[in-house]
């Protein structure tokens, strides 16, 4: 069965750091782009960042510098690490795949995070 599963969101005070796997099944992850998105409360959903198939990322402007996206093929796994978190960063954070031009053909369930005192 395709499927991405997103773990690792939760409540965190601004300033703080998480940690986001997606874990993928049904697949070979290697062949893929894998994306996160961000759905925030009243906002259009956005695309946060992206990795191919060879490791090269990208990503969304509020969050260059601050987030650090990277995959371990071998675990079948992509991660988004997020450091000095802010209160705008809050939303349901969903994996895909792929990312970038091509269109999204797989989307996990999504991870909520908080960032909030």
């Known amino acids: 069965q395709l499927q991405l599963v997103e773990s690792g969101g939760g409540l965190v005070q601004p300033g703080g750091s998480l940690r986001l796997t997606c874990t993928a099944s049904g697949f070979t992850l290697e062949n893929y782009a894998i994306g996160w998105f961000r759905q925030a409360p009243g906002k259009e959903r956005e695309g946060i960042s992206c990795?191919?198939?060879?490791?090269?990322?990208v990503y969304e402007d509020s969050v260059k510098g601050r987030f650090t996206i990277s995959r371990d093929n071998a675990k079948n796994m992509v991660y988004l690490q997020m450091n000095s978190l802010k209160p705008e960063d809050t939303g349901v954070y969903h994996c895909?795949?792929?990312?970038?031009?091509?269109?999204?053909?797989?989307w996990g369930q999504g991870t909520q995070v908080t960032v909030s005192s």
């Open positions: 990795i191919s198939s060879s490791g090269a990322a």
């Open positions: 895909t795949r792929p990312c970038g031009a091509a269109p999204v053909d797989l």
